[in-house]
């Protein structure tokens, strides 16, 4: 195995550990927080399922790594691919529902869209029980046929028995794969982009009047720009990433396909992270675990 292979593996170990860590926060918390009142808020639900979904994006980006750097058979792999395709849906379907959600909430623009605002929080378990079953079918739909356009395409890049032959979806395989892919990915820019603009608008207005105490809106309203801003790169990382691979389109380098996978593996355990430093209450638990942990050993 060559160094930078034992350098791609220690940081996707560290990037899993990481992400498994702030997931599991997420839920933990949440799951306590329901225990406790015997209710969940439409919003720690949507994250509660989000980081469900995450930790299933990294065990299956950790399976992708073992598999490229010859750690684990292509058996495995393909036992495995059906959940891959699921999880990586679902995925992006809540982390799409997510940047709608804070849209609505917190973005002042007068539009009849704006109605939404007193029922998103109603409409939040039917959009996450509608992204369980289109991410569900499509996994099934796509399984066989992905996989072994996946595998001609990509797969045998790295195969000491590779041909040149490469195996081509069908039209219609290939429309629903676009469709698919641009959908969550044109919602979420339609939710994100407003928002980022408000919040940017309201930050310039406040900076420009405030006065004493007014200061800690202004680097509320900066810290929420920032915090969404990092969703929105990391978001569209993740999805070029998943359009790259999904089309074959990228380098047969080793190292330029680990690279993506890397970029892949940085999404959810990036992202999760923020949402547990721009949330009082879960960063705080954060810090309990870490203090624990540390007192354990």
Not at 59 to 75: H, T
Not at 122 to 131: E, H, M, R, T
Not at 143 to 154: A, P, Q, R
Not at 243 to 268: E, Q, R
């Amino acid at each position: 195995m060559h160094s930078f292979h034992l350098i791609h593996l220690l940081s996707a170990v560290i990037q899993f550990l990481i992400g498994i860590f702030a997931n599991g926060v997420i839920l933990i918390v949440n799951g306590a927080e329901l225990i406790k009142n015997r209710r969940m808020s439409s919003l720690e639900l949507l994250l509660s399922c989000l980081a469900i979904s995450r930790i299933g994006i990294q065990w299956s980006i950790l399976y992708v790594n073992l598999y490229f750097l010859s750690l684990i058979e292509l058996v495995t792999f393909t036992e495995n691919f059906l959940v891959f395709l699921f999880m990586n849906e679902l995925a992006l379907w809540l982390a799409t529902w997510l940047g709608v959600f804070y849209c609505i909430k917190i973005t002042n623009i007068a539009h009849p869209f704006f109605w939404l605002k007193r029922r998103i929080s109603k409409l939040v378990p039917w959009l996450i029980l509608g992204s369980l079953l289109y991410s569900l079918i499509a996994a099934f739909l796509h399984n066989e046929n992905m996989w072994s356009y996946f595998k001609d395409t990509w797969l045998n890049k790295f195969s000491e028995n590779a041909t040149t032959q490469t195996k081509e979806l069908a039209p219609l395989q290939f429309g629903f794969l676009v469709f698919e892919l641009s959908s969550s990915l044109f919602i979420f820019l339609a939710a994100v982009l407003p928002l980022m603009f408000s919040l940017g608008r309201h930050a310039r207005q406040m900076r420009n009047t405030a006065v004493g105490a007014r200061n800690w809106r202004v680097r509320a309203h900066v810290s929420a720009l920032l915090s969404i801003l990092s969703f929105l790169i990391l978001y569209v990382s993740f999805y070029t990433t998943t359009a790259l691979f999904s089309f074959g389109i990228f380098n047969s380098n080793s190292l330029n396909f680990l690279f993506h996978v890397f970029v892949l593996g940085t999404y959810p355990s990036g992202h999760s992270v923020i949402l547990i430093l721009g949330n009082p209450k879960l960063k705080e638990n954060a810090k309990r675990f870490l203090l624990h942990s540390k007192c354990c050993q």
